[in-house]
Protein backbone atom coordinates (compact mmCIF):
# COMPACT_ATOMS: atom_id res chain seq x y z
CA UNK A 1 0.00 0.00 0.00
CA UNK A 2 2.78 2.36 -0.09
CA UNK A 3 4.86 4.37 2.26
CA UNK A 4 3.03 4.62 5.84
CA UNK A 5 2.79 8.99 5.24
CA UNK A 6 1.30 8.55 1.87
CA UNK A 7 -2.40 7.59 1.17
CA UNK A 8 -2.81 4.99 -1.19
CA UNK A 9 -5.64 6.16 -3.23
CA UNK A 10 -4.10 4.48 -6.47
CA UNK A 11 -3.67 1.15 -4.88
CA UNK A 12 -7.55 1.43 -3.53
CA UNK A 13 -9.07 2.91 -6.65
CA UNK A 14 -7.58 -0.52 -8.49
CA UNK A 15 -8.63 -2.80 -5.63
CA UNK A 16 -12.24 -0.60 -5.81
CA UNK A 17 -12.15 -1.39 -9.58
CA UNK A 18 -11.37 -5.27 -9.35
CA UNK A 19 -13.91 -6.19 -7.04
CA UNK A 20 -16.47 -3.64 -8.66
CA UNK A 21 -15.70 -6.24 -11.77
CA UNK A 22 -15.83 -9.65 -9.30
CA UNK A 23 -19.41 -8.29 -7.83
CA UNK A 24 -20.78 -7.92 -11.93
CA UNK A 25 -19.37 -11.54 -12.68
CA UNK A 26 -21.32 -12.52 -9.64
CA UNK A 27 -24.33 -10.35 -10.66
CA UNK A 28 -24.57 -11.81 -13.81
CA UNK A 29 -24.06 -15.07 -13.16
CA UNK A 30 -27.09 -14.68 -10.29
CA UNK A 31 -29.36 -13.48 -13.32
CA UNK A 32 -28.26 -16.66 -15.64
CA UNK A 33 -28.92 -18.65 -12.43
CA UNK A 34 -32.18 -17.54 -11.95
CA UNK A 35 -33.22 -17.69 -15.32
CA UNK A 36 -32.34 -21.14 -15.49
CA UNK A 37 -34.75 -21.91 -11.83
CA UNK A 38 -37.37 -19.44 -13.18
CA UNK A 39 -37.59 -21.71 -16.31
CA UNK A 40 -36.97 -25.15 -15.11
CA UNK A 41 -34.18 -25.04 -18.20
CA UNK A 42 -32.04 -27.60 -18.35
CA UNK A 43 -28.40 -27.02 -17.34
CA UNK A 44 -26.38 -29.23 -19.89
CA UNK A 45 -26.92 -26.72 -22.75
CA UNK A 46 -26.28 -23.22 -23.36
CA UNK A 47 -29.02 -20.69 -22.18
CA UNK A 48 -29.82 -19.72 -25.87
CA UNK A 49 -29.90 -23.16 -26.93
CA UNK A 50 -33.02 -23.38 -24.93
CA UNK A 51 -35.87 -24.33 -27.00
CA UNK A 52 -38.63 -22.21 -26.49
CA UNK A 53 -41.44 -24.87 -26.63
CA UNK A 54 -41.30 -28.36 -24.74
CA UNK A 55 -39.25 -30.59 -26.06
CA UNK A 56 -39.35 -34.41 -25.49
CA UNK A 57 -36.45 -36.26 -23.99
CA UNK A 58 -35.18 -36.98 -27.45
CA UNK A 59 -35.42 -34.29 -28.93
CA UNK A 60 -33.51 -32.33 -26.01
CA UNK A 61 -30.80 -35.06 -26.35
CA UNK A 62 -30.64 -34.31 -30.05
CA UNK A 63 -30.49 -30.38 -29.31
CA UNK A 64 -27.48 -31.28 -26.75
CA UNK A 65 -25.44 -32.69 -29.53
CA UNK A 66 -26.38 -30.35 -32.18
CA UNK A 67 -24.90 -27.89 -29.42
CA UNK A 68 -21.25 -29.17 -29.51
CA UNK A 69 -21.37 -30.50 -32.95
CA UNK A 70 -22.55 -27.36 -34.70
CA UNK A 71 -20.53 -23.91 -35.44
CA UNK A 72 -20.29 -20.51 -37.11
CA UNK A 73 -23.38 -19.54 -38.61
CA UNK A 74 -25.06 -22.91 -38.91
CA UNK A 75 -25.07 -23.15 -35.13
CA UNK A 76 -26.33 -19.93 -35.14
CA UNK A 77 -29.52 -20.27 -37.00
CA UNK A 78 -29.86 -23.49 -35.05
CA UNK A 79 -30.40 -21.13 -32.09
CA UNK A 80 -32.48 -19.40 -33.87
CA UNK A 81 -34.72 -21.62 -34.58
CA UNK A 82 -35.29 -23.32 -31.47
CA UNK A 83 -36.32 -19.88 -29.94
CA UNK A 84 -39.57 -20.30 -32.26
CA UNK A 85 -41.87 -21.90 -30.25
CA UNK A 86 -43.87 -22.46 -33.68
CA UNK A 87 -41.28 -23.93 -34.96
CA UNK A 88 -42.73 -27.43 -36.13
CA UNK A 89 -46.03 -27.41 -35.43
CA UNK A 90 -46.10 -31.54 -36.19
CA UNK A 91 -43.49 -31.82 -34.12
CA UNK A 92 -45.27 -33.70 -31.27
CA UNK A 93 -46.84 -36.53 -33.87
CA UNK A 94 -43.01 -37.48 -34.79
CA UNK A 95 -42.54 -37.63 -31.28
CA UNK A 96 -45.64 -39.93 -30.39
CA UNK A 97 -44.95 -41.90 -34.17
CA UNK A 98 -44.68 -45.76 -32.44
CA UNK A 99 -42.12 -47.85 -33.56
CA UNK A 100 -44.11 -50.23 -35.41
CA UNK A 101 -46.26 -47.20 -37.61
CA UNK A 102 -47.10 -48.79 -41.09
CA UNK A 103 -46.03 -47.09 -44.42
CA UNK A 104 -49.07 -45.15 -45.26
CA UNK A 105 -48.69 -43.07 -41.43
CA UNK A 106 -45.00 -42.60 -42.33
CA UNK A 107 -45.71 -41.27 -45.43
CA UNK A 108 -48.69 -38.75 -44.34
CA UNK A 109 -46.60 -38.12 -41.96
CA UNK A 110 -43.45 -36.86 -43.96
CA UNK A 111 -45.98 -35.38 -46.61
CA UNK A 112 -47.18 -33.37 -43.15
CA UNK A 113 -44.05 -32.14 -42.14
CA UNK A 114 -42.78 -31.51 -45.47
CA UNK A 115 -43.88 -27.68 -45.94
CA UNK A 116 -43.13 -27.11 -41.54
CA UNK A 117 -39.96 -28.13 -43.22
CA UNK A 118 -39.53 -25.65 -45.60
CA UNK A 119 -40.91 -22.82 -43.60
CA UNK A 120 -38.61 -23.13 -41.24
CA UNK A 121 -35.62 -22.89 -43.68
CA UNK A 122 -36.81 -20.37 -45.11
CA UNK A 123 -37.17 -19.12 -42.06
CA UNK A 124 -33.84 -19.95 -41.03
CA UNK A 125 -31.79 -20.36 -44.11
CA UNK A 126 -28.89 -20.73 -42.29
CA UNK A 127 -29.92 -24.43 -41.45
CA UNK A 128 -29.73 -25.54 -44.78
CA UNK A 129 -25.89 -25.72 -43.97
CA UNK A 130 -26.69 -28.26 -41.66
CA UNK A 131 -25.68 -30.39 -45.01
CA UNK A 132 -22.54 -29.59 -45.44
CA UNK A 133 -20.75 -29.73 -42.38
CA UNK A 134 -17.81 -32.33 -41.43
CA UNK A 135 -17.99 -35.95 -42.61
CA UNK A 136 -17.57 -36.20 -38.76
CA UNK A 137 -20.32 -33.58 -38.14
CA UNK A 138 -22.69 -35.84 -40.50
CA UNK A 139 -21.79 -38.93 -38.71
CA UNK A 140 -22.45 -37.83 -35.24
CA UNK A 141 -25.86 -36.44 -36.19
CA UNK A 142 -26.64 -40.06 -38.04
CA UNK A 143 -25.60 -42.00 -34.84
CA UNK A 144 -27.58 -39.30 -32.48
CA UNK A 145 -30.28 -39.76 -34.55
CA UNK A 146 -30.26 -43.89 -34.62
CA UNK A 147 -29.59 -44.07 -30.68
CA UNK A 148 -32.33 -41.63 -29.67
CA UNK A 149 -35.28 -42.04 -32.11
CA UNK A 150 -37.58 -45.23 -33.26
CA UNK A 151 -37.17 -46.70 -36.72
CA UNK A 152 -40.45 -45.33 -37.96
CA UNK A 153 -38.93 -42.01 -36.65
CA UNK A 154 -36.19 -41.83 -38.37
CA UNK A 155 -37.54 -43.26 -42.18
CA UNK A 156 -39.78 -40.10 -41.92
CA UNK A 157 -37.19 -37.64 -40.97
CA UNK A 158 -35.19 -39.46 -44.27
CA UNK A 159 -38.35 -39.62 -45.69
CA UNK A 160 -38.33 -35.22 -45.44
CA UNK A 161 -34.91 -35.61 -46.39
CA UNK A 162 -35.31 -36.81 -49.75
CA UNK A 163 -38.44 -34.47 -50.59
CA UNK A 164 -36.46 -31.73 -49.91
CA UNK A 165 -33.40 -32.83 -51.95
CA UNK A 166 -35.87 -34.47 -55.00
CA UNK A 167 -39.04 -32.68 -55.01
CA UNK A 168 -40.10 -35.77 -57.57
CA UNK A 169 -40.23 -38.46 -54.37
CA UNK A 170 -43.44 -36.01 -52.53
CA UNK A 171 -45.86 -39.24 -51.47
CA UNK A 172 -43.20 -41.26 -50.97
Known amino acids: MGDAD ?3 EEALRALDAKLAATIERLRQARVELAGFLRRAAPVDVAPDMVAAGELSSADHSFVVVMSRVLSG ?60 ESRRVAETVDLALTDLYNPAQIDVMRRVGRMLRDPQTEGN
Open 6 to 8: EHP
Open 73 to 132: STLDAYKQMLQDPEHLPAGPELDELPADADERTRGALAARLLPQIRDLYAKHPGLQGMGT
